[in-house]
């Protein structure tokens, strides 16, 4: 019996463990309402609006405000659903809807400078997508080689090609041309809502996502997950697994709605890490 058990056991960790690498790459996130998550000073210290960006160290839950919507330009920057953070420093994001004082709409991307202050028009995607509903990025990630990792707010078209709201789609700018990379079919046949998409430095795809049937879990690659997760999926096995658990938001119903990996070490990502250097450093010290 207790072989068996060892027998059974291991296989699986092996499997979990070659799919899903250790956690490690920070991330920074905008949610669709206000909240809070730990911080440098204490539990819930770190309190954000839907239009500002939060950056977050996985392992430990803590994080920092990266971008205060309020301070971005003229400011009153609206809700932020769409968000990638560039390995130069820029901040390429999409919003809800369009902005009041501002030129650039749902459907197109803009990038802020944050050492200059100013935005400027990343890409347009408003006469690209056609579809009956609104259209509104709603995930947005930029390859290495230039491509981009897009979704949408509704089901919409896309050179030619139908996509659900819940598809992660594959597009080349330099081409215009659009291919499905992630599927909502994986969802088990749930009526799915990916909310925010990144992708981290090993290939596996980073999302979060809302059941739109029943506003409850759902399952993807083997995992039951909820609103306000942020899912680990390994595009190669098919295997997923929690890289965020929506209990950093302290007990309170949150959804991410734009999500980055954070290519740059931020102030914050700097901070945690001479903690945990002097939390490491200390023992050796002592003895
Ligand atoms: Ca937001
Ligand atoms: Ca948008
Ligand atoms: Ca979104
Ligand atoms: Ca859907």
Redesign the pocket.
């Known amino acids: 019996m207790r072989v068996t058990r060892l027998l059974l056991g291991v296989p699986a960790a092996l499997m979990l463990a070659v799919a899903l690498p250790a956690l490690g790459q920070d991330i920074a996130f905008s949610t669709a309402s206000p909240g809070a998550i730990d911080g440098p000073t204490g539990p819930g210290t770190t309190q954000f609006g839907d239009g500002d960006v939060v950056f977050m160290d996985p392992a430990s839950g803590i994080g920092s405000i990266f971008l205060l919507a309020d301070t971005i330009n003229d400011g009153g920057l609206p809700d932020l659903?769409?968000l990638h953070i560039t390995s130069s420093g820029t901040v390429i994001f999409s919003t809800?809807s369009g902005a009041a004082g501002y030129d650039f709409q749902d459907d197109e991307l803009v990038e802020y400078n944050p050492v200059t202050d100013t935005l400027s028009l990343y890409y347009d995607f408003g006469d690209l997508i056609t579809t009956n509903a609104d259209v509104d990025i709603?995930?947005f990630h930029v390859l290495s080689n230039g491509n981009f990792l897009i979704?949408n707010?509704s089901d919409f078209t896309l050179d030619g090609q139908d996509f659900l709201n819940g598809d992660i789609v594959l597009f080349d700018p330099s081409t215009e041309s659009a291919s499905l990379l992630f599927s909502e079919g994986l969802f088990g046949g749930d009526d799915v809502w990916v909310?925010?998409v990144s992708m981290l430095g090993n290939g596996n795809l980073l999302f979060s996502a809302f059941n739109e049937d029943t506003g409850g879990d759902m399952t993807v690659g083997g995992l039951t997950f909820g609103r306000g997760d942020v899912v680990e999926y390994d595009l190669a096995s098919g295997l997923a697994g929690l890289y965020v658990e929506s209990s950093v938001f302290g007990g309170a119903t949150e959804d991410i709605?734009?999500l980055s990996v954070a290519a740059i070490p931020l102030p914050g990502a700097v901070w945690l890490f001479l903690s945990a250097l002097a939390v490491m450093v200390r023992p050796l010290r002592r003895r």
């Open positions: 659903n769409a809800q709603d995930g979704s707010t909310r925010s709605d734009a």
